[in-house]
Nanobody, 124 residues
Framework: QVQLVESGGGLVQAGGSLRLSCAASGRTFSRYAMGWFRQAPGKEREFVAAISRSGASKYYADSVKGRFTISRDNAKNTVYVQMNSLKPEDTAVYYC?????????????????WGQGTQVTVSS
């Protein structure tokens, strides 16, 4: 089992940047592919980005491709998402999640463990 805690959210102006972090407990972090998802008010939770166990493979939603970068540090049991050129439509609660499967997935149902989320608000 792994516990996930997100941090780094906040209020930023459009065009600005934020880096979210997700710290994982336990000694098995490197066994999990990791993903970031987000949920805006009144909308379903949606996929943002995923990274493989080693960090060699990454996968992005079209809406964030070229603006967001996912990375991980297995020595620190942490996954990050660097968010640049933020837009008001990026406003949401951002969640990290862990997936024991080998292949990267954008499917919310494939992820086994979830953090509590961190709020990102982008003002226009």
């Amino acid at each position: 089992q792994v516990q996930l805690v997100e941090s780094g959210g906040g209020l930023v102006q459009a065009g600005g940047s934020l880096r979210l972090s997700c710290a994982a407990s336990g000694r098995t972090f490197s066994r999990y592919a990791m993903g970031w998802f987000r949920q805006a008010p009144g909308k379903e939770r949606e996929f943002v980005a995923a990274i493989s166990r080693s960090g060699a493979s990454k996968y992005y939603a079209d809406s964030v491709k070229g603006r967001f970068t996912i990375s991980r540090d297995n020595a620190k049991n942490t996954v990050y998402v660097q968010m640049n050129s933020l837009k008001p439509e990026d406003t949401a609660v951002y969640y990290c999640a862990a997936d024991l499967a080998l292949l990267l997935s954008s499917d919310i149902t494939d992820y086994d463990y979830w953090g509590q989320g961190t709020q990102v608000t982008v003002s226009s």
